[in-house]
Protein backbone atom coordinates (compact mmCIF):
# COMPACT_ATOMS: atom_id res chain seq x y z
CA UNK A 1 0.00 0.00 0.00
CA UNK A 2 1.16 3.44 -0.84
CA UNK A 3 -0.10 7.01 1.01
CA UNK A 4 -1.27 9.23 -1.84
CA UNK A 5 -1.98 12.65 -1.18
CA UNK A 6 -3.96 14.50 -3.80
CA UNK A 7 -4.69 17.79 -4.21
CA UNK A 8 -7.02 20.15 -6.69
CA UNK A 9 -6.50 23.92 -6.94
CA UNK A 10 -8.49 25.93 -4.33
CA UNK A 11 -11.50 27.47 -5.86
CA UNK A 12 -12.26 31.34 -5.12
CA UNK A 13 -14.70 31.46 -2.58
CA UNK A 14 -16.32 33.87 -4.77
CA UNK A 15 -19.33 32.99 -7.18
CA UNK A 16 -19.64 29.36 -8.04
CA UNK A 17 -17.74 27.04 -10.33
CA UNK A 18 -18.60 26.62 -14.07
CA UNK A 19 -18.39 22.98 -16.04
CA UNK A 20 -14.26 24.41 -16.79
CA UNK A 21 -13.57 24.53 -13.25
CA UNK A 22 -14.65 21.28 -12.85
CA UNK A 23 -12.73 19.31 -15.42
CA UNK A 24 -9.96 21.96 -15.11
CA UNK A 25 -8.75 20.41 -11.78
CA UNK A 26 -11.75 19.50 -9.37
CA UNK A 27 -13.14 16.26 -11.31
CA UNK A 28 -9.74 14.76 -12.66
CA UNK A 29 -8.57 14.75 -9.32
CA UNK A 30 -11.16 12.98 -7.93
CA UNK A 31 -11.34 10.69 -10.33
CA UNK A 32 -7.89 9.83 -9.56
CA UNK A 33 -8.56 9.99 -5.97
CA UNK A 34 -11.57 7.04 -6.32
CA UNK A 35 -9.13 4.82 -8.24
CA UNK A 36 -6.33 5.21 -6.09
CA UNK A 37 -8.60 3.80 -2.97
CA UNK A 38 -9.77 1.05 -5.36
CA UNK A 39 -6.23 0.18 -5.73
CA UNK A 40 -5.98 -0.20 -2.45
CA UNK A 41 -4.01 2.55 -1.67
CA UNK A 42 -3.91 4.69 2.02
CA UNK A 43 -5.54 8.46 -0.19
CA UNK A 44 -5.78 11.74 1.93
CA UNK A 45 -7.69 13.95 -0.91
CA UNK A 46 -8.15 17.53 0.12
CA UNK A 47 -9.50 20.56 -1.08
CA UNK A 48 -11.21 23.72 0.38
CA UNK A 49 -12.54 27.19 -0.35
CA UNK A 50 -9.99 30.49 -0.92
CA UNK A 51 -11.29 32.71 1.13
CA UNK A 52 -8.30 35.64 1.26
CA UNK A 53 -7.81 38.54 -0.89
CA UNK A 54 -10.31 41.39 -2.56
CA UNK A 55 -12.80 38.98 -4.50
CA UNK A 56 -14.10 38.51 -1.14
CA UNK A 57 -14.04 42.10 0.22
CA UNK A 58 -15.64 42.99 -2.97
CA UNK A 59 -18.08 40.30 -3.26
CA UNK A 60 -19.06 41.38 0.38
CA UNK A 61 -19.49 44.83 -0.81
CA UNK A 62 -21.46 43.59 -3.42
CA UNK A 63 -23.77 41.90 -1.37
CA UNK A 64 -23.97 44.07 1.30
CA UNK A 65 -22.66 41.92 4.01
CA UNK A 66 -19.66 41.27 6.52
CA UNK A 67 -16.61 39.42 4.51
CA UNK A 68 -16.63 36.74 7.11
CA UNK A 69 -20.67 36.10 6.59
CA UNK A 70 -20.28 36.58 2.70
CA UNK A 71 -17.29 33.34 2.78
CA UNK A 72 -19.35 31.26 5.48
CA UNK A 73 -22.20 32.13 2.90
CA UNK A 74 -20.42 30.95 -0.74
CA UNK A 75 -18.36 27.89 1.11
CA UNK A 76 -21.63 25.80 2.06
CA UNK A 77 -22.74 26.41 -1.50
CA UNK A 78 -19.22 25.31 -2.43
CA UNK A 79 -19.35 22.56 -0.68
CA UNK A 80 -22.81 21.34 -1.67
CA UNK A 81 -21.89 22.11 -5.55
CA UNK A 82 -19.00 19.20 -5.14
CA UNK A 83 -21.15 16.68 -3.11
CA UNK A 84 -23.95 16.85 -5.78
CA UNK A 85 -21.01 15.95 -8.26
CA UNK A 86 -19.72 13.26 -6.05
CA UNK A 87 -16.73 14.94 -5.56
CA UNK A 88 -15.30 12.42 -2.04
CA UNK A 89 -12.86 15.07 -0.49
CA UNK A 90 -11.62 13.37 2.65
CA UNK A 91 -11.91 16.78 4.06
CA UNK A 92 -13.33 20.26 2.18
CA UNK A 93 -12.45 23.15 4.32
CA UNK A 94 -10.91 26.35 4.60
CA UNK A 95 -7.57 28.73 4.11
CA UNK A 96 -9.07 31.50 6.55
CA UNK A 97 -8.96 28.82 9.36
CA UNK A 98 -6.76 29.46 12.92
CA UNK A 99 -4.50 25.84 11.66
CA UNK A 100 -3.78 27.86 8.18
CA UNK A 101 -2.54 31.16 10.13
CA UNK A 102 -0.37 29.04 12.14
CA UNK A 103 1.85 27.37 9.70
CA UNK A 104 1.28 30.66 7.59
CA UNK A 105 2.93 32.40 10.14
CA UNK A 106 5.25 29.66 11.30
CA UNK A 107 6.44 28.94 7.14
CA UNK A 108 7.09 33.12 6.89
CA UNK A 109 9.16 32.95 10.25
CA UNK A 110 11.16 30.63 8.85
CA UNK A 111 11.40 32.54 5.46
CA UNK A 112 12.59 35.42 7.11
CA UNK A 113 14.89 33.87 9.39
CA UNK A 114 16.44 32.43 7.11
CA UNK A 115 17.24 35.66 4.43
CA UNK A 116 14.27 34.76 1.75
CA UNK A 117 12.17 37.90 2.84
CA UNK A 118 13.04 41.65 1.49
CA UNK A 119 11.24 44.49 2.25
CA UNK A 120 10.47 47.56 -0.57
CA UNK A 121 8.81 50.65 -1.59
CA UNK A 122 6.02 49.63 -4.33
CA UNK A 123 4.17 51.32 -6.70
CA UNK A 124 0.79 50.20 -6.38
CA UNK A 125 -2.65 51.13 -8.58
CA UNK A 126 -5.16 52.92 -6.30
CA UNK A 127 -8.75 53.43 -7.81
CA UNK A 128 -9.34 57.40 -6.52
CA UNK A 129 -13.35 56.32 -7.65
CA UNK A 130 -12.99 53.27 -5.05
CA UNK A 131 -11.35 54.48 -2.54
CA UNK A 132 -8.75 51.62 -2.18
CA UNK A 133 -5.25 49.82 -3.54
CA UNK A 134 -6.26 47.71 -6.37
CA UNK A 135 -5.50 43.81 -5.85
CA UNK A 136 -3.86 42.01 -9.08
CA UNK A 137 -7.03 40.53 -10.00
CA UNK A 138 -9.01 44.14 -9.96
CA UNK A 139 -6.81 45.71 -12.76
CA UNK A 140 -7.46 44.65 -16.16
CA UNK A 141 -5.86 46.19 -19.30
CA UNK A 142 -4.12 45.62 -22.79
CA UNK A 143 -1.29 43.26 -22.20
CA UNK A 144 2.01 44.79 -23.24
CA UNK A 145 3.62 41.63 -24.13
CA UNK A 146 1.10 39.97 -26.76
CA UNK A 147 -1.71 43.15 -26.86
CA UNK A 148 -4.53 40.85 -25.51
CA UNK A 149 -7.18 43.44 -24.00
CA UNK A 150 -8.46 41.67 -21.01
CA UNK A 151 -4.95 40.53 -19.12
CA UNK A 152 -5.23 40.57 -15.49
CA UNK A 153 -2.87 42.86 -13.23
CA UNK A 154 -0.98 39.63 -11.61
CA UNK A 155 -0.68 37.76 -15.00
CA UNK A 156 -2.09 37.35 -18.87
CA UNK A 157 -4.40 34.41 -19.65
CA UNK A 158 -3.75 34.92 -23.28
CA UNK A 159 0.23 34.74 -23.26
CA UNK A 160 0.50 32.62 -19.43
CA UNK A 161 3.43 36.17 -18.71
CA UNK A 162 3.64 37.26 -14.96
CA UNK A 163 2.84 41.01 -15.03
CA UNK A 164 2.85 43.71 -12.39
CA UNK A 165 -0.67 45.93 -12.52
CA UNK A 166 1.85 49.00 -13.50
CA UNK A 167 2.19 47.20 -16.79
CA UNK A 168 -1.20 47.22 -17.97
CA UNK A 169 -1.81 49.60 -21.36
CA UNK A 170 -5.11 51.29 -20.47
CA UNK A 171 -5.62 50.01 -17.30
CA UNK A 172 -8.98 50.36 -15.26
CA UNK A 173 -10.87 48.67 -12.41
CA UNK A 174 -13.06 45.73 -12.58
CA UNK A 175 -14.85 46.84 -9.03
CA UNK A 176 -16.10 49.85 -10.82
CA UNK A 177 -14.89 50.10 -14.31
CA UNK A 178 -13.23 53.66 -13.56
CA UNK A 179 -9.72 54.39 -14.97
CA UNK A 180 -9.29 56.96 -12.75
CA UNK A 181 -6.68 55.50 -11.11
CA UNK A 182 -3.32 56.65 -9.64
CA UNK A 183 -0.08 55.08 -8.59
CA UNK A 184 1.07 55.39 -5.11
CA UNK A 185 3.71 53.97 -3.13
CA UNK A 186 3.50 51.80 -0.44
CA UNK A 187 6.38 49.32 1.58
CA UNK A 188 5.72 45.59 1.16
CA UNK A 189 7.16 42.47 2.00
CA UNK A 190 8.80 40.31 -0.85
CA UNK A 191 9.77 36.76 -1.45
CA UNK A 192 13.06 36.91 -2.91
CA UNK A 193 12.52 34.17 -5.51
CA UNK A 194 16.06 34.75 -6.81
CA UNK A 195 17.96 33.90 -3.85
CA UNK A 196 16.11 30.40 -3.99
CA UNK A 197 16.63 30.11 -7.36
CA UNK A 198 19.52 27.73 -7.68
CA UNK A 199 17.82 25.44 -4.81
CA UNK A 200 14.34 25.66 -7.25
CA UNK A 201 16.15 25.00 -10.39
CA UNK A 202 17.70 21.97 -9.13
CA UNK A 203 14.42 20.16 -7.90
CA UNK A 204 12.65 21.13 -11.06
CA UNK A 205 15.34 19.07 -13.19
CA UNK A 206 13.72 16.14 -11.09
CA UNK A 207 10.47 16.61 -12.70
CA UNK A 208 11.16 16.85 -15.94
CA UNK A 209 11.22 13.31 -17.37
CA UNK A 210 7.46 13.04 -15.11
CA UNK A 211 4.94 15.98 -15.34
CA UNK A 212 3.15 16.61 -18.65
CA UNK A 213 4.10 19.05 -20.74
CA UNK A 214 1.56 21.56 -20.24
CA UNK A 215 2.52 21.84 -16.16
CA UNK A 216 6.99 21.49 -17.06
CA UNK A 217 6.71 23.43 -20.27
CA UNK A 218 5.26 26.71 -18.18
CA UNK A 219 7.54 25.89 -15.01
CA UNK A 220 10.44 26.34 -17.26
CA UNK A 221 9.89 29.50 -19.36
CA UNK A 222 9.47 31.28 -15.60
CA UNK A 223 12.95 30.32 -14.80
CA UNK A 224 14.25 30.99 -18.41
CA UNK A 225 12.50 34.54 -18.49
CA UNK A 226 14.04 34.88 -15.13
CA UNK A 227 12.77 34.89 -11.23
CA UNK A 228 11.42 38.19 -9.74
CA UNK A 229 11.13 38.77 -6.14
CA UNK A 230 7.37 38.17 -5.46
CA UNK A 231 5.19 40.58 -3.57
CA UNK A 232 3.47 38.79 -0.69
CA UNK A 233 1.71 41.27 1.61
CA UNK A 234 -1.45 43.80 0.27
CA UNK A 235 -2.50 46.81 1.66
CA UNK A 236 -6.59 44.72 2.88
CA UNK A 237 -8.26 44.16 5.80
CA UNK A 238 -9.37 40.68 4.90
CA UNK A 239 -6.95 38.21 5.47
CA UNK A 240 -3.87 37.13 7.89
CA UNK A 241 -2.62 40.01 9.61
CA UNK A 242 1.02 39.71 8.74
CA UNK A 243 3.14 38.96 12.24
CA UNK A 244 6.22 41.24 11.37
CA UNK A 245 6.91 44.45 13.30
CA UNK A 246 6.07 47.71 11.07
CA UNK A 247 3.43 45.49 9.18
CA UNK A 248 0.61 45.43 11.20
CA UNK A 249 -1.42 47.28 8.85
CA UNK A 250 -1.08 44.52 6.21
CA UNK A 251 -2.06 41.28 5.18
CA UNK A 252 -0.72 38.38 3.77
CA UNK A 253 -1.56 37.95 0.06
CA UNK A 254 -3.91 35.28 -1.38
CA UNK A 255 -1.25 33.89 -3.06
CA UNK A 256 1.33 33.30 -0.10
CA UNK A 257 -1.41 32.12 2.33
CA UNK A 258 -4.01 29.48 -0.36
CA UNK A 259 -1.13 27.35 -1.43
CA UNK A 260 -0.02 27.14 2.37
CA UNK A 261 -3.70 26.18 3.19
CA UNK A 262 -3.05 23.12 1.29
CA UNK A 263 -1.57 21.73 4.46
CA UNK A 264 -3.34 24.47 6.87
CA UNK A 265 -6.61 22.41 5.97
CA UNK A 266 -4.99 18.72 6.41
CA UNK A 267 -4.42 20.03 9.96
CA UNK A 268 -8.09 21.33 10.16
CA UNK A 269 -9.45 17.70 8.93
CA UNK A 270 -12.88 17.86 10.95
CA UNK A 271 -15.11 20.47 12.05
CA UNK A 272 -16.09 17.91 14.79
CA UNK A 273 -12.20 17.14 15.59
CA UNK A 274 -9.90 19.95 14.08
CA UNK A 275 -6.85 18.02 15.86
CA UNK A 276 -7.62 13.88 14.68
CA UNK A 277 -5.10 13.75 11.60
CA UNK A 278 -1.50 13.52 12.11
CA UNK A 279 -1.16 16.34 10.03
CA UNK A 280 2.80 15.82 9.28
CA UNK A 281 2.76 12.33 8.34
CA UNK A 282 1.57 13.56 5.55
CA UNK A 283 3.68 17.33 4.88
CA UNK A 284 6.48 17.56 7.46
CA UNK A 285 9.22 14.99 7.36
CA UNK A 286 6.83 12.56 5.78
CA UNK A 287 7.81 9.40 4.78
CA UNK A 288 6.06 7.26 1.31
CA UNK A 289 4.20 10.27 0.21
CA UNK A 290 3.54 10.57 -3.57
CA UNK A 291 2.32 14.17 -3.52
CA UNK A 292 0.04 14.85 -6.64
CA UNK A 293 -1.74 18.34 -7.55
CA UNK A 294 -4.41 19.37 -10.39
CA UNK A 295 -4.54 22.61 -11.75
CA UNK A 296 -5.79 24.54 -14.95
CA UNK A 297 -2.82 25.84 -16.20
CA UNK A 298 -3.09 29.38 -15.60
CA UNK A 299 -2.33 27.76 -11.90
CA UNK A 300 0.51 26.13 -13.02
CA UNK A 301 2.79 28.73 -12.12
CA UNK A 302 2.08 28.99 -8.42
CA UNK A 303 2.36 25.53 -7.94
CA UNK A 304 5.42 24.72 -10.08
CA UNK A 305 7.50 28.10 -8.97
CA UNK A 306 6.03 29.79 -6.25
CA UNK A 307 4.69 27.20 -3.77
CA UNK A 308 7.92 24.80 -4.03
CA UNK A 309 10.11 27.84 -3.61
CA UNK A 310 8.32 28.97 -0.24
CA UNK A 311 8.69 25.45 1.40
CA UNK A 312 12.10 24.86 0.04
CA UNK A 313 13.28 28.51 1.75
CA UNK A 314 12.01 27.01 4.82
CA UNK A 315 14.99 24.98 5.07
CA UNK A 316 12.48 22.11 7.01
CA UNK A 317 11.46 18.99 4.91
CA UNK A 318 8.34 19.70 3.81
CA UNK A 319 6.61 17.46 1.40
CA UNK A 320 6.39 19.01 -2.06
CA UNK A 321 4.64 17.85 -5.23
CA UNK A 322 5.49 14.84 -7.28
CA UNK A 323 3.37 15.03 -10.17
CA UNK A 324 1.94 18.23 -11.41
CA UNK A 325 -1.40 17.44 -13.61
CA UNK A 326 -1.98 20.79 -15.76
CA UNK A 327 -4.86 20.84 -17.80
CA UNK A 328 -6.09 23.00 -20.37
CA UNK A 329 -9.11 25.18 -20.74
CA UNK A 330 -12.67 23.83 -21.73
CA UNK A 331 -14.67 26.82 -23.11
CA UNK A 332 -18.39 27.11 -24.04
CA UNK A 333 -18.94 26.64 -28.06
CA UNK A 334 -15.67 28.24 -28.31
CA UNK A 335 -16.15 31.04 -26.02
CA UNK A 336 -16.02 32.02 -21.94
CA UNK A 337 -17.77 30.60 -19.53
CA UNK A 338 -20.20 33.63 -17.93
CA UNK A 339 -22.90 34.07 -15.65
CA UNK A 340 -23.56 37.60 -16.16
CA UNK A 341 -24.10 36.87 -19.82
CA UNK A 342 -26.00 33.82 -19.55
CA UNK A 343 -23.25 31.62 -21.06
CA UNK A 344 -22.56 28.32 -20.56
CA UNK A 345 -23.84 26.17 -17.04
CA UNK A 346 -22.66 26.48 -14.42
CA UNK A 347 -21.84 22.95 -12.10
CA UNK A 348 -24.59 23.58 -9.35
CA UNK A 349 -27.39 24.01 -12.07
CA UNK A 350 -25.77 21.02 -14.57
CA UNK A 351 -26.58 18.42 -11.80
CA UNK A 352 -30.04 19.76 -11.26
CA UNK A 353 -30.51 18.96 -15.21
CA UNK A 354 -29.05 15.32 -15.49
CA UNK A 355 -27.57 13.12 -12.81
CA UNK A 356 -23.73 13.94 -12.10
CA UNK A 357 -22.32 10.83 -13.61
CA UNK A 358 -23.67 12.55 -17.12
CA UNK A 359 -21.49 15.16 -16.98
CA UNK A 360 -18.84 13.65 -15.08
CA UNK A 361 -18.70 11.15 -18.06
CA UNK A 362 -18.61 13.81 -21.16
CA UNK A 363 -16.08 16.24 -18.88
CA UNK A 364 -13.21 12.79 -19.16
CA UNK A 365 -14.34 11.99 -22.28
CA UNK A 366 -13.53 15.37 -23.84
CA UNK A 367 -11.18 16.15 -21.17
CA UNK A 368 -8.91 19.53 -22.35
CA UNK A 369 -5.58 17.68 -21.45
CA UNK A 370 -3.15 18.16 -24.42
CA UNK A 371 -5.18 21.41 -25.72
CA UNK A 372 -8.20 23.12 -25.20
CA UNK A 373 -11.64 21.40 -25.88
CA UNK A 374 -15.02 23.12 -26.39
CA UNK A 375 -18.71 22.37 -24.48
CA UNK A 376 -21.60 22.19 -26.57
CA UNK A 377 -24.85 20.95 -25.82
CA UNK A 378 -25.19 18.94 -29.02
CA UNK A 379 -22.14 17.12 -28.33
CA UNK A 380 -23.22 16.87 -24.73
CA UNK A 381 -26.40 15.28 -25.69
CA UNK A 382 -25.01 12.80 -28.45
CA UNK A 383 -22.23 11.64 -26.06
CA UNK A 384 -24.74 10.69 -23.62
CA UNK A 385 -27.14 9.28 -25.97
CA UNK A 386 -24.49 6.86 -27.74
CA UNK A 387 -21.80 5.95 -25.00
CA UNK A 388 -23.49 5.85 -21.78
CA UNK A 389 -27.36 5.14 -22.94
CA UNK A 390 -26.46 3.13 -26.33
CA UNK A 391 -24.07 1.66 -25.30
CA UNK A 392 -23.27 1.04 -21.51
CA UNK A 393 -27.07 0.96 -20.45
CA UNK A 394 -28.49 -0.87 -23.63
CA UNK A 395 -26.29 -3.82 -22.63
CA UNK A 396 -27.26 -3.96 -18.75
CA UNK A 397 -30.51 -4.00 -19.35
CA UNK A 398 -30.65 -5.98 -22.58
CA UNK A 399 -28.64 -8.60 -21.11
CA UNK A 400 -30.75 -9.00 -17.68
CA UNK A 401 -33.90 -8.54 -19.58
CA UNK A 402 -33.34 -11.33 -21.90
CA UNK A 403 -31.94 -13.53 -18.85
CA UNK A 404 -35.26 -13.14 -17.26
CA UNK A 405 -38.01 -14.09 -19.60
CA UNK A 406 -35.67 -16.97 -21.30
CA UNK A 407 -34.36 -18.48 -17.92
CA UNK A 408 -35.27 -16.55 -14.85
CA UNK A 409 -33.93 -13.55 -12.56
CA UNK A 410 -30.80 -15.11 -11.12
CA UNK A 411 -27.59 -16.00 -12.44
CA UNK A 412 -27.24 -19.37 -14.45
CA UNK A 413 -25.32 -22.46 -14.41
CA UNK A 414 -24.73 -22.96 -18.25
CA UNK A 415 -21.40 -25.23 -19.46
CA UNK A 416 -17.43 -25.19 -20.08
CA UNK A 417 -16.33 -21.80 -22.38
CA UNK A 418 -15.80 -22.00 -25.61
CA UNK A 419 -13.51 -20.17 -28.03
CA UNK A 420 -15.33 -17.25 -28.47
CA UNK A 421 -15.45 -16.76 -24.67
CA UNK A 422 -11.92 -16.95 -24.13
CA UNK A 423 -11.50 -14.45 -27.06
CA UNK A 424 -13.20 -12.37 -24.96
CA UNK A 425 -11.41 -12.98 -21.76
CA UNK A 426 -8.04 -11.97 -23.66
CA UNK A 427 -9.52 -8.99 -25.43
CA UNK A 428 -10.63 -7.51 -22.21
CA UNK A 429 -7.28 -8.27 -20.63
CA UNK A 430 -5.84 -5.93 -23.06
CA UNK A 431 -7.85 -3.18 -22.67
CA UNK A 432 -8.28 -3.33 -19.00
CA UNK A 433 -4.61 -2.96 -18.46
CA UNK A 434 -4.54 -0.49 -21.13
CA UNK A 435 -7.29 1.25 -19.15
CA UNK A 436 -5.39 1.26 -15.90
CA UNK A 437 -2.45 2.26 -17.69
CA UNK A 438 -4.04 5.58 -18.63
CA UNK A 439 -5.47 5.79 -15.24
CA UNK A 440 -2.31 5.33 -13.32
CA UNK A 441 -0.73 8.07 -15.32
CA UNK A 442 -3.47 10.75 -15.45
CA UNK A 443 -4.60 10.56 -19.13
CA UNK A 444 -8.09 10.87 -18.27
CA UNK A 445 -9.20 11.31 -21.74
CA UNK A 446 -7.52 8.33 -22.86
CA UNK A 447 -9.00 6.30 -19.79
CA UNK A 448 -12.26 7.12 -20.37
CA UNK A 449 -12.19 5.93 -24.31
CA UNK A 450 -10.75 2.89 -23.37
CA UNK A 451 -13.51 1.99 -21.12
CA UNK A 452 -16.22 2.97 -23.56
CA UNK A 453 -14.24 0.40 -25.73
CA UNK A 454 -14.59 -2.20 -22.85
CA UNK A 455 -18.28 -1.78 -23.04
CA UNK A 456 -18.15 -1.98 -27.05
CA UNK A 457 -16.77 -5.66 -26.28
CA UNK A 458 -19.50 -6.68 -24.58
CA UNK A 459 -21.92 -5.86 -26.92
CA UNK A 460 -19.96 -7.47 -29.90
CA UNK A 461 -20.19 -10.25 -27.71
CA UNK A 462 -23.79 -10.81 -27.27
CA UNK A 463 -24.36 -10.27 -30.81
CA UNK A 464 -21.36 -12.65 -32.09
CA UNK A 465 -22.70 -14.87 -29.74
CA UNK A 466 -26.78 -14.76 -30.32
CA UNK A 467 -27.69 -16.77 -27.14
CA UNK A 468 -31.45 -15.55 -28.33
CA UNK A 469 -31.23 -17.93 -31.05
CA UNK A 470 -28.99 -20.24 -29.68
CA UNK A 471 -31.12 -21.12 -26.66
CA UNK A 472 -33.91 -22.95 -29.23
CA UNK A 473 -31.57 -25.77 -29.54
CA UNK A 474 -28.58 -25.70 -26.82
CA UNK A 475 -30.06 -23.99 -23.35
CA UNK A 476 -26.86 -24.99 -21.30
CA UNK A 477 -24.68 -22.86 -23.92
CA UNK A 478 -27.14 -19.94 -24.04
CA UNK A 479 -27.17 -19.89 -20.25
CA UNK A 480 -23.06 -19.84 -20.41
CA UNK A 481 -23.40 -16.83 -22.46
CA UNK A 482 -25.72 -14.90 -20.31
CA UNK A 483 -23.68 -16.17 -17.28
CA UNK A 484 -20.70 -13.95 -18.83
CA UNK A 485 -22.82 -11.42 -19.75
CA UNK A 486 -24.25 -10.72 -16.27
CA UNK A 487 -20.30 -10.61 -14.99
CA UNK A 488 -20.01 -7.89 -17.13
CA UNK A 489 -22.28 -5.95 -15.69
CA UNK A 490 -20.45 -6.54 -12.47
CA UNK A 491 -16.67 -5.82 -14.39
CA UNK A 492 -18.49 -2.53 -16.17
CA UNK A 493 -19.72 -1.11 -12.45
CA UNK A 494 -16.52 -1.70 -10.89
CA UNK A 495 -14.16 -0.28 -13.77
CA UNK A 496 -16.71 2.52 -14.19
CA UNK A 497 -16.51 3.51 -10.60
CA UNK A 498 -14.14 6.31 -10.52
CA UNK A 499 -15.60 7.74 -13.60
CA UNK A 500 -19.14 7.15 -12.85
CA UNK A 501 -19.76 6.05 -8.66
CA UNK A 502 -23.72 6.72 -8.90
CA UNK A 503 -24.00 4.39 -12.14
CA UNK A 504 -21.61 1.79 -10.70
CA UNK A 505 -23.75 1.61 -7.16
CA UNK A 506 -26.70 1.57 -9.59
CA UNK A 507 -25.46 -1.12 -11.66
CA UNK A 508 -24.28 -3.39 -8.33
CA UNK A 509 -27.64 -3.00 -6.67
CA UNK A 510 -29.18 -4.62 -9.36
CA UNK A 511 -27.10 -7.47 -8.00
CA UNK A 512 -27.79 -6.55 -4.21
CA UNK A 513 -24.12 -5.62 -4.13
CA UNK A 514 -22.47 -2.59 -3.09
CA UNK A 515 -19.16 -1.06 -4.21
CA UNK A 516 -17.86 -1.03 -0.57
CA UNK A 517 -17.88 -4.87 -0.90
CA UNK A 518 -16.11 -4.84 -3.87
CA UNK A 519 -12.26 -6.28 -3.67
CA UNK A 520 -9.18 -4.14 -4.95
CA UNK A 521 -8.47 -3.49 -8.56
CA UNK A 522 -4.82 -4.25 -7.55
CA UNK A 523 -4.49 -8.01 -9.16
CA UNK A 524 -7.67 -7.25 -11.38
CA UNK A 525 -7.85 -10.80 -13.02
CA UNK A 526 -10.63 -10.87 -15.49
CA UNK A 527 -10.82 -14.42 -16.29
CA UNK A 528 -11.71 -14.72 -12.03
CA UNK A 529 -14.04 -11.33 -12.21
CA UNK A 530 -15.82 -12.92 -15.63
CA UNK A 531 -17.31 -15.87 -13.12
CA UNK A 532 -17.27 -13.29 -10.07
CA UNK A 533 -21.12 -13.70 -9.33
CA UNK A 534 -21.98 -17.10 -7.97
CA UNK A 535 -24.08 -19.33 -10.14
CA UNK A 536 -27.77 -18.40 -8.70
CA UNK A 537 -27.47 -14.78 -7.46
CA UNK A 538 -30.53 -13.18 -7.96
CA UNK A 539 -30.59 -10.19 -9.79
CA UNK A 540 -33.77 -7.45 -10.86
CA UNK A 541 -32.99 -5.59 -14.22
CA UNK A 542 -35.12 -2.30 -12.55
CA UNK A 543 -35.11 0.96 -14.23
CA UNK A 544 -32.82 1.58 -17.20
CA UNK A 545 -29.12 3.35 -16.21
CA UNK A 546 -29.92 6.17 -18.01
CA UNK A 547 -32.83 8.43 -20.16
CA UNK A 548 -32.48 9.47 -23.79
CA UNK A 549 -31.73 12.82 -24.19
CA UNK A 550 -34.67 14.39 -26.58
CA UNK A 551 -33.91 16.85 -29.01
CA UNK A 552 -36.50 18.75 -27.87
CA UNK A 553 -34.73 18.70 -24.33
CA UNK A 554 -31.40 20.15 -26.47
CA UNK A 555 -33.15 22.77 -27.27
CA UNK A 556 -34.37 24.06 -24.16
CA UNK A 557 -31.02 23.92 -22.64
CA UNK A 558 -29.34 26.06 -25.74
CA UNK A 559 -32.05 28.51 -24.92
CA UNK A 560 -31.49 28.49 -20.82
CA UNK A 561 -27.51 28.67 -21.02
CA UNK A 562 -26.64 29.72 -24.53
CA UNK A 563 -24.97 28.20 -27.08
Known amino acids: MSKILITSALPYINGVPH ?24 V ?26 YCDKYHERHKNTYAAFDLSFDYFGRTSSPQNQEITYHIFEQLDKNGFISESTVRQVYS ?13 GTCPHCGYDKARGDQCENCTKVLEPTELINARSTISGSNNLEVRETKHLFLNLPKIEDKLVEWLKTKEAFWPDVAYSIAKKWVKEGLQPRC ?61 EFMGKDNVPYHSITFPATLLGTGENWTKVDYLKGMSYLTFAGGKFSKSEHRG ?7 KEFPADYWRYWLMANAPEASDSSFTFENFVNTINKDLNGVLGNFAQRVMKMTASKIGSFVP ?11 LINTLKTRVADYFKYMDEMEFRKATNELRAIWVEGNNYISSTEPWMVIKEDQKRAETILRICLNLVRIYAVLSAPIMPQTAEKMLSKFNLQMKDM ?30 ITPEQMQELQQKYGG
Open 232 to 292: ITRDLKWGFQVNKPGYEDKVFYVWFDAPIGYIGITKQWSDEKPQERDWKAWWLDAKDVRYV
Open 44 to 69: LYICGTDEHGTTSEVGALKENMPVQD
Open 519 to 548: PSLKGFDVAKEINALPVGTAFEAGEALFER
Open 128 to 140: IDDKMFLADRYIT
Open 19 to 42: LGHMVGCLLPSDIYARYMRLMGNE
Open 413 to 423: EGGELQKVDYD
Open 345 to 351: IFAEDAV
